[in-house]
């Protein structure tokens, strides 16, 4: 009589990837940030296909303002400006400040999977780099507008602000009225200079492209944040 042994060992070894196929199936169910097949929500945490899931909303309206809706998220639409490589569809206004800081000046309309990286963007990044570093939160971001139709300076490719899937921040105020912007403390050898710096690495991966005054004069007083589509998913950060 043959041994029994070996298969013994096989159905053994069945048995565990068995339960490791299921324990893998509750770990995916328990953390659909992670997986580019699950439906984007704004209150899930960052996860690996989270920058994936923004930038297929960028092209897709229906999802991207569905997820603010299943977030209760306030928000009002702006009507579709330009033509062709300028069309910006997308662009809208969160109101209230639930999601992000009050925004000066407010008529900013970034698109809407911008809109919903800066809530993410606020939710783990900022306000928590604030606290650490201030002790208080952030209460309103200065920008310096989203939609532009133009190209990159001093190249041919079209800017991601032509279809308003870009912000441009640069400043932060506090909630006791202190005003943090690039131009004047990028540089500063104190607690304001950490700050900056720290919320210009923290978004590095959440945004396509991070653009801060290291990376040339042009962004010398401002964050350049979008959500451009790139081959394989990278992105920039400089």
């Not at 490791?20 to 659909?32: E, K, L, N, S, T």
């Not at 500063?188 to 720290?198: I, S």
Request: hydrophobic letters at 45%; aromatic letters at 8%; glycine letters at 6%.
């Amino acid at each position: 009589m043959k041994s029994a042994r070996p298969y013994l060992i096989w159905f053994a070894i069945a048995v565990l990837l068995a339960l490791g196929a299921i324990r893998a199936m509750q770990w995916v169910r328990d953390h659909p940030e992670h997986m580019p097949t699950a439906r984007f929500e704004l209150a899930h945490p960052q996860g690996w296909a989270t920058h994936r899931k923004l930038v297929a909303m960028v092209g897709d309206n229906d999802a991207c303002f569905a997820a603010l809706d299943r977030a209760d998220a306030g928000y009002e639409r702006r009507p579709v400006v330009g033509e062709g490589v300028c069309r910006a569809a997308q662009r809208m206004v969160l109101t209230g400040d639930r999601f992000v800081p009050t925004m000066r000046p407010s008529n900013a309309a970034p698109g809407c999977a911008v809109s919903i990286a800066m809530a993410l963007w606020n939710r783990d990044v900022v306000q928590p780099l604030a606290q650490r570093f201030f002790g208080q939160s952030v209460v309103a971001l200065e920008n310096l507008g989203s939609y532009n139709c133009r190209k990159i300076a001093g190249r041919e490719a079209q800017s991601e602000h032509s279809t308003a899937n870009a912000i441009d921040i640069s400043a932060f105020v506090l909630a006791d009225g202190t005003r943090i912007s690039l131009i004047n403390d990028w540089n500063d050898a104190d607690v304001r200079r950490e700050f900056l710096r720290a919320v210009r690495d923290g978004s590095c991966g959440l945004f396509s492209t991070v653009l801060s005054p290291d990376y040339n004069r042009a962004h010398a007083d401002h964050f350049h944040f979008d959500m451009a589509a790139r081959t394989a998913g990278w992105t920039v950060c400089r």
